[in-house]
């Protein structure tokens, strides 16, 4: 989930194209994950078109936290 967030956050247009490139995950699985920040996190995430923007992190979240599981930041 963090991986997509930061995915969405980086990319300009955040479409699920490019999202699913840039994170290696099918499209599916990140249309999931999407859905699974949204519930379980309380991310506020707008979709437009086919375009995804993170509008509020939620009370759970840091954007800085998701940039680094993006770039591998997080594994141990």
């Given at each position: ?55 509020s992190w939620g009370p759970v979240?840091?954007?800085?936290g998701c940039r680094l599981a ?7």
């Amino acid at each position: 989930m963090l991986l997509v967030l930061g995915a969405i956050d980086a990319t300009t247009p955040a479409t699920l194209v490019k999202v699913s490139a840039l994170t290696g995950l099918d499209k599916k699985t990140v249309t999931r994950m999407i859905a699974s920040a949204q519930e379980q996190a309380g991310v506020v995430i707008d979709k437009t078109d086919a375009v995804y923007t993170i509008t509020s992190w939620g009370p759970v979240l840091k954007r800085s936290g998701c940039r680094l599981a993006l770039v591998g930041g997080l594994e141990g």
